[in-house]
């Protein structure tokens, strides 16, 4: 099985940004105990601040892969791009948040891209991330 994670803007400063809202840990030493938790896996990762980039990395990996994880950032409340980009692939993607943007200001109470998403996960933190991949197993 493979799976890809994707994550967009600014989240490549996990572990240094807002850490009262995002944590404090940084996204690779993360990564690194969920592949050596779900070995089995094929797990992939990629981040860009560019939206193109990751329009990109959709279109690369929705044809083979069996799932995506993403998180875009604050793409998901403006990109008409990748909910495009969401919908033209076959590959399901989860949209996944690491606060709850439902507790947080209304501009990210909407979600560009949920309709053209298999679920949503929002909330839980880094863990956010592994309860998406969960959903593909
Ligand atoms: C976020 C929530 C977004 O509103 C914000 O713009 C982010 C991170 C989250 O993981 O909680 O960059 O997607």
Redesign the pocket.
Known sequence: MKIQIING???NLLGRREPGIYGSEGFESFFEELKAKYHGITLHYFQSNVEGEIINQLHQVGFTFDGIVM?A??Y??TSVAIADAIAAIKTPVIEV???N?YAREEY?HHSMMAKNCKGIITGFGLQSYELGLKSFL
């Open positions: 803007p600014n989240l998180n950032g604050a998901t409340h948040h690491i606060s943007v990210r």
